[in-house]
């Protein structure tokens, strides 16, 4: 391509993009959380980990194993619970909630990890029991949200060691979540 091609490629981009930016936009300028309609935005973020707190940290450790020390965390989209008291030593609760999310996309994503996936039912509904190869000491299950995406929970015990069906809990756990969501 010749050089005045070129400039004349970039002239045109160059009056393209400008142009674009060149709108004049109708109306009145409105402070943060005024959009005329009276609402308000909560720019405190004090609700922003609600959804950690779906399921009680009490109920958490009696499904893990009739823990008491439970510690809570957030990584992320994911809330985190580590249980010390567990039956074998120290384990591992995780919630994800992803609003977007499809038990399709989720059996493939475990397909690509290596991970087993087997279709269960959690309150009528069908759902994916998880884990990774190998390994009976975790196990996660996913099912459909409420209202939209998927919501999972994963156990993870200390390997080797005497523990609960960490299935079952996560099983327990997702069908808590489900029965507040509604």
Not at 76 to 96: F, K, R
Not at 127 to 135: E, I, K
Not at 149 to 165: L, M
Request: charged letters at 20%.
């Amino acid at each position: 391509m010749s050089a005045g091609k070129v400039a004349a490629a970039a002239m045109l981009l160059l009056t393209l993009a400008l142009a674009g930016c060149g709108q004049k936009v109708e109306g009145n300028a409105q402070p943060l959380g005024k959009g005329g309609g009276g609402e308000t935005i909560n720019s405190d973020f004090d609700k922003l980990l609600r959804e950690c707190e779906v399921v009680a940290n009490d109920k958490i450790g009696g499904i893990v194993g009739n823990a008491k020390f439970v510690i809570s965390s957030f990584s992320g989209a994911v809330c985190m619970w580590e249980i010390e008291d567990a039956p074998g030593g120290p384990a591992m609760a995780s919630l994800n909630w992803y609003e977007m999310g499809t038990l399709n996309n989720e059996k493939t994503t475990n397909d690509k990890l290596g991970y087993t996936s087997g279709d269960i039912t959690v309150q009528g509904r069908r759902a994916l029991q998880v884990r990774r190869p190998g390994d009976n000491d975790s196990c996660g299950v996913t099912a459909p949200a409420a209202d939209v995406g998927v919501v999972g929970w994963w156990i993870n015990y200390k390997p080797g060691s005497a523990h609960p069906d960490p299935c079952a809990g996560a099983q327990k756990l997702v069908e808590l979540t489900l029965d507040l969501a509604r």
